[in-house]
């Protein structure tokens, strides 16, 4: 469990790969835009910090959570990666709705990275309050979108060992 007052997305940036030669997805999903923008804009932040050209950074929004493993599919299809970033974020609700959309979009994940040779990284939030969504997309815990793309990095370089 994250403590109050710790940033969870600072790392050592002398311990990331060198990125110059990595191409990435990002798939964003629209439902709670507010979060999904925060998560997103961490995201870029940190791979353009570590040495991504930001034309080697391809950019999808799609509707909501469900809909990110079908564009992370075609992105992996036909934009020759080295790591895609799904980034969404569900908050629960009143209904059983919250459930099925994080089951779905976690397995959906899970499978992409079983049968692809492209890691997908799941950057979806899972909350019961807005305001942990808010704390998670650049707020006191820090940029969970940092954290992915730190993820993705690491994961593309495993790719080409």
């Not at 060198?18 to 925060?38: L, M």
């Not at 994080?102 to 990284?121: F, H, M, R, W, Y």
Request: hydrophobic share 40%; net charge negative; glycine share 8%.
């Amino acid at each position: 469990m994250a403590t109050v007052n710790k940033n969870l997305s600072e790392y050592d940036k002398n311990t990331i790969p060198n990125a110059k030669d990595f191409r990435f997805g990002i798939v964003v999903s629209e439902w709670n835009e507010n979060i999904t923008s925060g998560l997103y804009k961490g995201a870029i932040e940190a791979l353009l910090e570590n040495g991504v050209p930001q034309e080697n950074i391809v950019s999808w929004n799609v509707p909501g959570s469900f809909e990110l493993v079908y564009a992370a599919k075609k992105m992996i299809a036909t934009q020759n990666l080295d790591a895609v970033i799904a980034i969404g974020s569900v908050i629960q609700g009143e209904t059983k709705h919250f459930d099925f959309v994080c089951e779905a979009v976690s397995q959906g994940i899970k499978d992409l990275n079983v049968l692809t040779d492209v890691p997908v990284i799941f950057c979806v939030l899972t909350d019961n309050t807005m305001q942990q969504a808010i704390d998670r997309s650049g707020g006191i815990h820090g940029n969970k979108g940092t954290e992915a793309a730190i993820v993705a990095i690491k994961m593309a370089e495993i790719k080409h060992r």
